[in-house]
């Protein structure tokens, strides 16, 4: 019987616990990630929502933003929910004073795109090309504005696209975490299967 997948949950700030219960729940082994050191032997990770430009800044603070960046850019399957999508965008249309994302996912994005968080909602969305559904949570959430070459649309909303893959890396706009849905982590866990030859 295969070990259990760890999967790293940037802990910086925003939604970790939430995320390390559901794959905790999924079986898989959550490592919370504060440091470059602790990358290190990790299956997956999960850039979770939160307040993006401040996310930015304190990976930059601590040393973070080129280890982590290099672990995607090597195949690492990752995981971004609301601002973990703004992290991996090649580019924001509005962005913070100073804010630079990882540069990992060809994608532009606008923040905040379905209004304010008094607009937050509970949504059913039709995920990728299978016939699934997902329960989604809107929270002050970005829109995919650009999507790139090799880029696959999985979701929209309303008309723009809230969730997107390219390689092991994927992106979306809502919370999965929040509404118990675990569609979008075990496509991750998935991800890692792969990557290890197993079945999924």
């Avoid at 690492?76 to 703004?86: N, W, Y």
């Avoid at 100073?98 to 996912?105: D, F, H, I, M, Y």
């Avoid at 559904?133 to 723009?160: D, K, Q, S, W, Y």
């Amino acid at each position: 019987m295969s070990s259990a997948p760890r999967v790293g949950v940037l802990a910086l700030q925003g939604g970790v616990a939430e995320h390390a219960a559901m794959l905790r729940e999924l079986g898989a082994e959550p490592v919370l990630v504060k440091t470059a050191e602790q990358l290190a032997g990790l299956d997956a990770i999960v850039l979770p929502g939160g307040e993006s430009s401040t996310v930015d800044r304190l990976l930059r603070l601590f040393g973070l933003r080129e280890p982590l960046r290099d672990a995607v850019l090597g195949g690492l399957p990752t995981l971004g929910t609301c601002a973990g999508l703004i992290l991996l965008a090649s580019g924001i249309e509005d962005p913070a004073p100073g804010q630079q994302t990882l540069e990992v996912l060809d994608v532009t994005v606008a923040r905040n795109a379905f209004g304010p968080q008094t607009a937050s909602e509970e949504v059913v969305l039709a995920w990728g090309r299978g016939g699934d559904v997902v329960r989604a949570a809107f929270i002050r959430a970005p829109a995919v504005t650009r999507v790139g070459e090799g880029v696959e649309v999985l979701a929209r909303h309303r008309g723009e696209v809230v969730a997107v893959a390219s390689g092991a890396v994927v992106g979306i706009s809502f919370h999965p975490e929040l509404t118990g849905e675990t569609t979008v982590h075990r496509h991750l866990l998935s991800l890692v299967a792969a990557r290890r030859g197993l079945p999924a």
